[in-house]
């Protein structure tokens, strides 16, 4: 039986504004790691001009905005994500000037350009951390516990591992959600408040697009800092609202940047975006990041971790699209990024489930992340050597997932980001330098070395090696974008079940058909159209079809 879903409504408009559907709905969206896509200067670290020199690259893929990891001033604690000055470019990957041309060559390209932003704690080397007085106004501190305060003020656990408190030499504890390089704001000061806006307003008039929000789930925590009562909690992330993650607080704050994003736009004639970073225990959670006065995206973390296999698969389109549908947002979907192991890997180590899921995930009604290298069909690294290593939950003896990694949540992730592919679950595998060209390491990353070791083998797996193969990865992925750009029944708009033999999803959008084969096997099928795109070739004799096995196929109806 075709069964209807409820499709993604056009975008409630935002009161007094006379905006259109967005093109944030069903905009395909790559993720620059900048320190590992493209090295201009020789140092081994990808770096902003790198970056733009690679842009024709990105508009030849065909996606539409390129979100750039941060760049900021940063002792890099964690690879950027510890701001020492948010107005400022960290030499390692340039100068302002740099990010100006680069967001200029963007749109020069029609290319748009979201940065990161990080609200959720600052570096310590911040001049707010810097200065005891302010400190102790803008950031969580506490008295310890214990006769003489030794003990931290509450059992919360650092998602790098280890408590999520540090004792300062003047004998008070500050509160750190990640490494104790990165002190957690204090959002109940409103000059917190001030200064993100401020900052937001900084990057906007140099030009951005939009603005990914590290951790927006985490600003607000519980009145009173309740303890958890159980240790393990960085696997309940995701899992459960937790004290530090998730509380309802945090909406006030994308409620209030959301008008200042729609404003700014307005009076420019332009949309500009945020997109969450959230973990949240269920899809009707994650739905209340993306209600129309809030932020527009929300990473569908829920698909990322689903198995390969057709009824979960279905089950999580199916919540993720009821939910998002019903606060009339459109889904964002994402199945790699910079803290969870790539999903060559993750899908038990095989490029045809992840080509396979690629398509599927580029057939669904909204809008897609890539992550830098995936189009590649790069294999995470699995065997770094522990020296060159950098990612700080390895040396806080950390937790078994990525930092922002879901829960351990075994029923919707029976081999989940932790275990997948053998993986320790660190997140420097999914990070080593992008191989451009050429047959030996740092294969065109750069005219010096790479800052993670690349493997000896990747030759064949170049950019130039794959481009006009039309096996390649690179060239499906150029493909299936070009179709999506191409065909109108793809991006935003109403999708429906089909049926389909076991172990196999099929749905219709306006025109087309996806057949996907979670099986490891051929299946056959009543040809539903004329293939129009295929992770791997598919056969049509008699009219009748046979699927390969882990494939996903396109189909003209
Ligand atoms: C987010 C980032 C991750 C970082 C963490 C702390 O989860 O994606 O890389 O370590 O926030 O800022």
New binding site residues.
């Given amino acids: 039986m075709t069964q209807e879903l409820t499709s993604p409504s056009p975008a409630p408009q935002a009161p007094g504004t006379g905006r259109g559907p967005g093109w944030w709905r069903d905009a395909v969206i790559y993720q620059v790691y900048v320190r590992s896509f493209a090295d201009s200067d020789g140092d081994g670290i990808g770096d902003l001009r790198g970056a733009r020199e690679r842009l024709p690259y990105l508009k030849d893929l065909g996606v539409d905005a390129v979100w750039l990891?941060p760049f900021y001033a940063s002792p890099q604690a964690?690879?950027g994500?510890?701001v020492a000055d948010y107005r400022a470019v960290d030499p390692l990957f340039g100068t302002l000037q740099d990010a100006d041309d680069l967001i200029r060559t963007a749109h020069d390209l029609g290319l748009r350009v979201i940065v990161?932003i990080?609200p959720?704690?600052t570096s310590d080397r911040h001049p707010w951390f810097q200065d005891p007085a302010l400190a102790r106004q803008r950031y969580i501190f506490r008295p310890g516990k214990g006769e003489s305060g030794e003990l931290p003020p509450n059992d919360w656990e650092s998602?790098?591992g280890g408590p999520a408190w540090a004792r300062t030499d003047r004998g008070d504890w500050y509160l750190h959600?990640?490494?104790p390089e990165?002190p957690d704001l204090n959002w109940d000061n409103p000059e917190v408040h001030t200064e993100f806006e401020a900052i937001m307003r900084f990057w906007l008039d140099l030009g951005v697009d939009g603005f990914r929000i590290?951790?927006a789930h985490g600003m607000i925590k519980a009145p009173g800092l309740p303890d958890i009562g159980h240790g393990a909690q960085a696997q309940l992330i995701g899992a459960q609202v937790l004290p530090f993650f998730d509380q309802d607080g945090v909406h006030a704050i994308h409620r209030a940047w959301r008008r200042l994003l729609d404003g700014y736009g307005d009076a420019r004639g332009k949309q500009v975006i945020g997109v969450a970073?959230a973990w949240a225990p269920t899809a009707e959670r994650l739905a209340l990041y993306v209600r129309p006065d809030e932020l527009h995206q929300a990473f569908n973390f829920q698909f990322l971790n689903a198995p390969w296999q057709a009824d979960g698969l279905r089950s999580v389109i199916d919540a993720s699209l009821a939910a998002t549908a019903s606060v009339g947002a459109p889904t964002t979907w994402v199945l790699s990024?910079?803290?969870v192991v790539r999903h060559t890997t993750r899908l038990g180590g095989s490029l045809a489930r992840a080509r396979a899921a690629t398509l599927l995930m580029l057939a669904l009604p909204g809008s897609a992340y890539l992550y830098q290298g995936e189009e590649l069909g790069l294999p995470e690294v699995t065997d770094l050597p522990d020296e060159v290593r950098q990612d700080?939950?390895f040396f806080r003896g950390g937790r078994e997932t990525?930092?922002?990694g879901p829960g351990t949540d075994t029923e919707s992730a029976p081999d989940g980001v932790a275990t997948a592919g053998g993986q320790d679950g660190f997140?420097d595998g999914c990070r080593v330098p992008l191989p451009w060209s050429g047959e030996l390491p740092p294969y065109g990353f750069g005219p010096g070395g790479s800052w993670l070791p690349q493997p000896a083998d990747w030759g064949g797996l170049t950019v130039a090696a794959q481009t006009g193969d039309p096996a390649s990865t690179l060239e499906l992925y150029r493909t299936a974008l070009e179709l999506r750009r191409r065909l109108p029944g793809l991006g935003d708009g109403p999708m429906s079940w089909a049926p389909a033999p076991d172990g196999v999803l099929a749905f219709t959008r306006p025109g087309l058909l996806c057949t996907v084969n979670t099986l490891g096997h051929d299946v056959g099928l009543p040809a539903p159209g004329t293939p129009l795109l295929s992770s791997a070739p598919v056969t049509v004799d008699d009219a009748t079809a046979r699927l390969p096995g882990d494939s996903c196929t396109w189909w003209a109806i």
């Fill in positions: 990891t964690d690879g994500y510890d990161d990080v959720n704690h998602v790098f959600l990640f490494a990165q590290d951790v970073e990024n910079h803290d700080p939950a990525g930092p922002a997140r």
